[in-house]
């Protein structure tokens, strides 16, 4: 009713008082308010220096947001289409990005407002969509329709396009070491990408993204780094099938030091009259590994063979939900994340959630949620939206191995 308002007052409006914004195409203000209360035990870790865990209840905000798009045909099948949306912290009034991006081997600095989809781009139905902006990459939007607890604590990305701490140190002269330490994540949007998406043929499509992340350089030894993103997306009912590859590339030119991570990701989805399946994997490899002397600050990747694969691993994601009526629905998943890098044991995870859904109209839902997050003693893995138990590390020490758990309920509006 809102939004039918906003409208009815810009059309009459004199148009000397109608914003430029409004009168040049279609517009929409939308937005979503995801709001849980969670209670959440972080879990005690194992090993040596090991802290018992603490029990405590938040108001959190789900990947809440706000956003204005807009949209105007260019004749001949084309359309020209903008893009802003933020972030929208209705737990703390807080919007936008508070901490420098993830993602990117290179991270920005800035805080920003504008922090989710926002573009300018152009779209035509027989060709496709070109997007210039911060967008999520092909790779993220392969999978994200198969996690049935997206945008909340049991968010599958607790583990899946996880990666850890890792860097390569280099002997740049007799005593002296560059020790950069990488952390990756995929599965994210990214600044400074453009994005083709191709139209639906026969049921395929197909997204390629390209970044540059390093965008602000302003002299040739600077380190510099780019992401490449690819995904294929099949579609025909009851079936769902994509397979997705991204690489983060960086080039440090003083350290001479070249690093590269790169994933790839199956996903399957069918739907089985009132019951809804999927499944994804994903394997994550890098080069970080080197043979100098192991440190879990400045070099996470040492003691191994120079090019190993230091954090990369393989995860399983398994979900299920089952639509009992046309307004109620259980879910369960399950994810396991493998064994990372050249590690022979104790640093693989495992998470399990469960939940109840209830639409109340077309716009509202509640819900509530179980999960579990169960680590290896070498490793410290966090629940999606709290970091409950640490920096998604492995450390030799054994100050792993905590079992975090929440129980959340919420309500999502969207408008």
Not at 43 to 65: D, E, K, M
Not at 202 to 230: F, K
Not at 368 to 392: C, E, F, M, P
């Amino acid at each position: 009713m809102q939004k039918n308002n906003i409208v009815l007052m810009i059309a009459v409006a004199p148009l000397w008082l109608t914003p430029a914004w409004a009168a040049s195409g279609n517009v929409a203000l939308y937005g979503q308010a995801n709001v849980s209360y969670d209670i959440i035990n972080t879990g005690t870790a194992s090993g040596n220096g090991a802290l018992p865990g603490v029990s405590s209840s938040r108001v959190a905000s789900n990947s809440s947001r706000i956003g204005i798009k807009a949209s105007s045909g260019l004749g001949s099948g084309w359309e020209v289409m903008a893009q802003a949306e933020s972030t929208l912290g209705t737990d703390t009034g807080a919007s936008g990005c508070q901490n420098p991006d993830s993602g990117t081997t290179t991270s920005s600095k800035w805080k920003c407002f504008f922090d989710r989809n926002t573009y300018l781009g152009l779209s035509n139905s027989d060709y496709g969509t070109v997007l210039a902006g911060r967008h999520d990459t092909p790779y993220k939007m392969a999978t994200r329709r198969l996690d049935v607890f997206a945008d909340g604590i049991a968010d599958n990305r607790s583990l899946l396009g996880t990666t850890i701490p890792g860097g390569a140190n280099r002997e740049l002269s007799p005593g002296v070491y560059a020790n950069p330490v990488i952390k990756e994540t995929f599965d994210v949007r990214l600044s400074n990408l453009i994005l083709y998406m191709s139209p639906s043929m026969g049921g395929l499509s197909v997204g390629l993204g390209y970044s540059s992340l390093t965008e602000s350089n302003t002299y040739d030894e600077q380190p510099s780094g780019n992401a490449i993103s690819v995904a294929g997306m099949y579609e025909q009912e009851p079936f769902y099938a994509t397979f997705a590859y991204e690489d983060h590339t960086t080039s440090d030119k003083v350290n001479q030091l070249d690093t590269t991570i790169k994933a790839t990701k199956l996903g399957l989805g069918y739907k089985l009259s009132i019951l809804y399946l999927g499944l994804a994997y994903e394997k994550i490899r890098d080069d970080f590994g080197n043979a100098n002397a192991y440190d879990p600050v400045a070099n996470p990747c040492g003691d191994m063979m120079a090019g190993a694969n230091c954090s990369g691993h393989g995860t399983l994601y398994l979900s299920a939900k089952f639509q009992f009526t046309e307004d109620n629905a259980l879910k369960i998943a399950y994810t396991k994340a493998g064994q990372v890098g050249a590690a022979s044991s104790d640093t693989s995870a495992l998470q399990f959630a469960m939940g109840f859904d209830h639409n109340f109209n077309e716009s509202t839902s509640g819900y509530i949620l179980y999960s579990t997050l169960k680590n290896d003693t070498l490793v410290r893995y966090g629940l999606s939206t709290a970091s409950t138990s640490g920096d998604n590390s492995v450390n030799t020490t054994g100050s792993g191995g905590a079992a975090p758990t929440v129980l959340s309920f919420g309500m999502k509006y969207s408008f």
